[in-house]
């Protein structure tokens, strides 16, 4: 266990529900927990260590609004609070009982309380109960106006003794989930729409740490459009940080399409090239996996023939987290994550002429893979890796 | 990078006539104009001055000029007059109607939907294909409803010169037979200072100016309104431009607005000349690479004598106007789709799309528009951009052989 030093003006404590019960993976889960709480809080200076199945984050006064801002962004997290931790001395536990129910009082938090009491450590001389019941007493002669309610308290205090004593009141939910880096890395192909960064966030959710991939076609496509995928990048970052985005120019690989296949196979086949691209992209980056946000018949792309072909571009998983999903889920979700007003920014990304009127609904997988095949698109795909661009978050 | 700039008609660079006298006046003769004090006695002759100075390069009064924040204002003000007239509740209005053309500016346009809404019956005619108005369907739309007509002199996309003075006659013919009072406006805002805008001859009882698109500032636009006819508008204050326009006048505005028109009115005929020298070229070169279009194509043959030299609209379909206006920029010219008013996307495609135009051909559209200070280098520049650029975009969006001159092209674009 390592104590934290500087800075110590306060103290998260941290609960991390699911991780707990992975008994033999704790030890890597909680490391992925501590490494993506200070990955979300580049440049400032705090502490964190872990002790007997909690996580602590020490912090000066000036960064608690970031921090705690930070830690209710940070998967694994299932709740957390401001905790005071004193020695197990009875007389230190009342002292800091006190001050927390006055400080309750001052805030108005009302009257009604609880006096919680979590005994980790079974060798503490009082029972939960007789701690909870002198404390209960304590407050109420130190401030007559507290009213003793264990059914529908205003407020709870709890007091955890374990290898120190730790008290705290309210607590602020985390977003639960796994820690970013816990489950491997996936590349995510993001565009300008509202799906794919829903889709980027939930694999987030489940651990997985991002690299994203954006397909524009100057001059075919707008700089804005790019700016917007680049923001949307951004606000991914704020839950998966330090995401990597692979800016590729995908014009020659239109064209040639364009040029050699029938209109109505244009939107298939550049879909087909794009999970190629990231599957090559994936391997040399570490990449363990594909996440698309596609959402079955969504549009001709999406049916779960035209599915198939496109998966058969890939040798990697391919995670579709909204395959099962209807629209106004994913946008409830992108309202929740803030990505729903830069998405719904006008700039499209992908030109309206190279959308055909009728795309192929039900192609036939084998029959659209020997199409690709005929492309020959492996030198332009090889050409478009070389020159893409690199932006991190 | 040299900048080329041939979107005149979006906003005019400045002329410096304009800016100085807007500069001297500023800082001059700051008065309030109903100020009783010398300073605002000064600044009351001055403004009295601007009036005089415009209203006799338009052939009008100064009685007859209202000046306005600009073009918008003047048609809407004179639109939304209509409620203040027939504010009587939605049966009254629904015997009000606006007649006028669908490829007016959207401060006409949108504005007439809007009366709409409020009750005001609207009529909305099509142009002929090549963007030009039929006088005879201005006729047929007359009815005892008819308060006011509304058709541009020169379209602000396309170019077209309306036929203002055969519709003021129909308009006539009609108020004689029928005794009904109808006020003919017209929107003069890309017209004044490139051709002849007498409000006289045109026989209109209302025109709308505006500064910023003749090298003047913005904020400064006039309503030319004939001795006689009072629409009654909508805002009151304190009684300013004889109580038709509240709010404390643009003295130095109104002073650089009628300097800008001097300059523009005084050159007219030999900036008339050199500007159809330009877009002749223009035309000719756009017409050499495969896959243009000049919108419409009778611009260039029959009804040449009924466009503005000034605006050109042209297209390369299916390529949308954006992409080429996009590539024209990272090259630095400055040219525009459709209009530079319009963000609004539905709106982009009304006017070439009422001239017949398919969806796909009418978002192709790029309006390039030329001013006094255009130079023939500017157009040829301008012309060899196209002709570098356009074609292997064009051949990639129709699926022909990329030569890979896009390859090359996307890298250096970088």
Request: glycine share 8%; charged share 25%.
């Amino acid at each position: 266990m390592r104590e934290p030093h500087t800075p110590n003006d306060g103290l998260f404590l941290i609960k991390y529900g699911e991780i707990a019960l992975k008994k033999r993976n704790r030890g890597a889960f909680v490391k992925s927990l501590k490494e993506s709480i200070r990955a979300h809080l580049p440049g400032l200076s705090f502490s964190v260590y872990e002790a007997w199945d909690r996580v602590y984050v020490g912090f000066s006064r000036p960064d608690q609004e970031r921090i705690a801002e930070a830690l209710g962004r940070t998967f694994g997290v299932v709740s957390f609070c401001e905790a005071l931790r004193t020695s197990r001395e009875m007389s230190a536990v009342e002292d800091a009982a006190v001050r927390l129910a006055g400080k309750f009082l001052t805030e108005g938090k009302g009257a009604r309380f609880k006096a919680e009491v979590k005994r980790a450590d079974k060798s503490f001389p009082l029972t939960s109960y007789e701690i909870a019941c002198k404390i209960g007493d304590l407050l109420r002669s130190r401030f007559p106006e507290l009213i003793v309610d264990v059914h529908t308290p205003d407020w709870v205090l709890t007091i955890e003794i374990r290898e120190h004593a730790y008290l705290y009141g309210p607590q602020s939910p985390g977003p639960y989930g796994l820690p970013v880096g816990s489950s491997g890395k996936g590349v995510l192909l993001l565009s300008g729409g509202i799906d794919s960064p829903v889709a980027g966030w939930m694999m987030a959710k489940r651990g997985m740490a991002l690299e994203a991939v954006y397909f524009h076609s100057p001059p075919f496509t707008s700089n804005n459009a790019r700016e917007k995928v680049e923001s949307l990048a951004r606000i991914l970052s704020r839950y998966a940080p330090g995401i990597a985005l692979h800016v590729v120019n995908f014009t020659p690989v239109l064209a040639r399409i364009k040029e050699k296949a029938k209109d109505e196979e244009v939107t298939l086949l550049l879909r087909a090239c794009m999970m190629r691209f990231t599957t090559i992209l994936a391997t040399r980056r570490g990449g363990e996996c594909l996440i698309t946000g596609e959402s079955l018949g969504q549009v001709a792309s999406q049916t779960v023939e035209s599915i198939h072909f496109t998966g058969m571009l890939s040798d990697l998983p391919v995670l579709r987290p909204l395959i099962g999903m209807n629209k106004e889920e994913i946008i409830a979700i992108a309202r929740k994550i803030d990505t729903f007003e830069t998405s719904n920014l006008p700039y499209e990304d992908c030109c309206v002429l190279f959308s055909p009127a009728h795309p192929l609904i039900h192609p036939d997988a084998h029959r659209m893979k020997r199409t690709y095949d005929c492309l020959s698109v492996d030198t332009l795909l090889d050409e478009a890796l070389e020159t893409a661009e690199l932006v991190s978050f | 990078m040299n900048r080329v700039y041939l979107d005149w008609a979006a906003s005019a660079p400045p002329e410096e006539a304009a800016v100085r006298e807007l500069a001297e006046v500023s800082l001059r003769c700051f008065g309030n104009p109903s100020s009783p004090h010398g300073a605002g006695k000064e600044a009351a002759r001055l403004l009295a001055d601007a009036r005089t100075r415009f209203a006799r390069l338009i052939d009008a009064a100064p009685a007859e000029i209202i000046f306005t924040s600009g073009g918008t204002e003047s048609n809407s003000s004179l639109l939304l007059s209509l409620l203040n007239r027939y504010r009587l509740g939605d049966s009254e209005r629904r015997r009000a109607r606006i007649v006028t053309s669908a490829v007016e500016h959207a401060s006409i346009h949108d504005q007439a939907l809007g009366l709409q809404s409020l009750g005001v019956s609207c009529t909305i005619l099509k142009p002929r294909s090549n963007g030009i108005v039929d006088p005879q369907a201005v006729a047929d739309a007359l009815d005892n409803e008819t308060v006011v007509v509304s058709v541009m002199l020169v379209n602000n996309e396309t170019g077209a010169i309306q036929p203002i003075k055969g519709i003021s006659q129909v308009v006539r013919e009609f108020s004689t037979r029928t005794g009904r009072k109808i006020i003919f406006h017209t929107d003069a805002v890309q017209a004044f200072g490139k051709i002849a805008v007498s409000v006289k001859d045109l026989g209109v009882d209302a025109a709308s100016f505006s500064a910023h698109k003749i090298g003047g500032p913005r904020g400064i636009g006039a309503l030319y309104l004939r001795s006689g006819v009072a629409p009654g508008f909508l805002s009151t204050g304190g009684g300013q431009e004889a109580g038709r326009r509240p709010g404390t006048e643009n003295v130095a505005g109104a002073c650089a607005f009628a300097a800008a028109a001097e300059q523009r009115v005084g050159a007219l005929a030999d900036n008339h000349t050199s500007a159809s020298a330009l877009t002749e070229r223009l035309v000719a070169g756009l017409k050499e690479i495969r896959g243009s279009r000049i919108f419409p194509e009778s611009r260039a043959g029959r009804d040449a004598g009924s466009f503005s030299p000034y605006i050109l609209s042209a297209g390369f379909p299916p390529l949308t106007g954006e992409i080429v206006v996009r590539v024209s920029d990272e090259q630095g010219f400055c040219i525009a789709t459709g209009s530079a008013c319009s963000t609004k996307k539905k709106d982009r495609t009304r006017v070439p799309e009422s001239m017949g135009l398919d969806h796909s051909t009418a978002l192709s559209a790029i309006r390039i528009s030329i001013g006094p200070a255009t130079t023939v280098s500017e157009i040829e520049g301008f012309l060899a951009m196209i002709r570098e650029g356009i074609p292997h975009l064009l051949a990639i969006s129709q699926g022909r052989p990329d030569n890979g001159g896009a390859n090359a092209r996307g890298r250096t674009n970088e």
